[in-house]
């Protein structure tokens, strides 16, 4: 068939810019970066591809992904910075968290340092949601279940009185 081919002399980068920034780069090793030219960045980690964006911002380097059929995204990953970095699951972030599905949504945040899995369900999607705490690790080694606050190895909270259960001496 066709092909239609962009070249770069041998051993040289390809350059994609408007108005005179590198907005993506496939450089001669065939890593391929967007908003920016060193990959990975500073030469820390491993990358085939890379992403940068601005810290602490909607300009930062989060992914979305969304079907033909529907304009709420069925996968965020947000890269808000350090301790501030989420995965969405049928819900998203725009300035407030919402809800892309009516029957579920569910996120793998890492925040304030700790990492959680939080649920919430029944909300429209474009909705705000209001996130419940389904499992939560601190850095003690704490592990949450329906608590946002672990204060022991295991701390199971039902959502009544008296339903505190588990200490750092007896697992249950």
């Given at each position: 068939g066709d092909h239609a081919y962009i070249n770069a002399p041998s051993g040289a980068n390809l350059y994609f810019q408007d108005g005179g920034t590198n907005n993506m780069v496939i450089d001669s090793s065939g890593k391929v970066g967007?908003?920016?030219?060193?990959i990975p960045h500073g030469g820390v980690g491993y990358a085939k591809f890379a992403i940068?964006?601005?810290?602490?911002?909607?300009?930062?380097?989060?992914?979305?992904?969304?079907?033909?059929?529907?304009?709420?995204?069925?996968?965020?990953?947000?890269?808000?910075?350090?301790?501030?970095v989420h995965m969405f699951f049928d819900s998203y972030y725009d300035g407030a968290f919402k809800s892309s599905d009516a029957g579920s949504n569910f996120s793998i945040s890492k925040e304030s340092d700790v990492l959680q899995i939080k649920y919430d369900s029944g909300i429209s999607a474009g909705s705000a949601l209001t996130w419940n705490s389904g499992l939560t690790l601190n850095t003690s080694g704490n592990v949450g279940i329906g608590t946002a606050s672990p204060d022991r190895s295991l701390h199971v909270w039902t959502g009544t009185a008296g339903s505190v259960t588990g200490n750092a001496n007896a697992p249950l």
């Amino acid at each position: 068939g066709d092909h239609a081919y962009i070249n770069a002399p041998s051993g040289a980068n390809l350059y994609f810019q408007d108005g005179g920034t590198n907005n993506m780069v496939i450089d001669s090793s065939g890593k391929v970066g967007i908003g920016t030219t060193a990959i990975p960045h500073g030469g820390v980690g491993y990358a085939k591809f890379a992403i940068e964006g601005t810290y602490n911002n909607a300009a930062g380097p989060h992914v979305q992904y969304s079907v033909s059929s529907d304009d709420y995204p069925v996968f965020q990953q947000l890269n808000w910075g350090h301790d501030n970095v989420h995965m969405f699951f049928d819900s998203y972030y725009d300035g407030a968290f919402k809800s892309s599905d009516a029957g579920s949504n569910f996120s793998i945040s890492k925040e304030s340092d700790v990492l959680q899995i939080k649920y919430d369900s029944g909300i429209s999607a474009g909705s705000a949601l209001t996130w419940n705490s389904g499992l939560t690790l601190n850095t003690s080694g704490n592990v949450g279940i329906g608590t946002a606050s672990p204060d022991r190895s295991l701390h199971v909270w039902t959502g009544t009185a008296g339903s505190v259960t588990g200490n750092a001496n007896a697992p249950l």
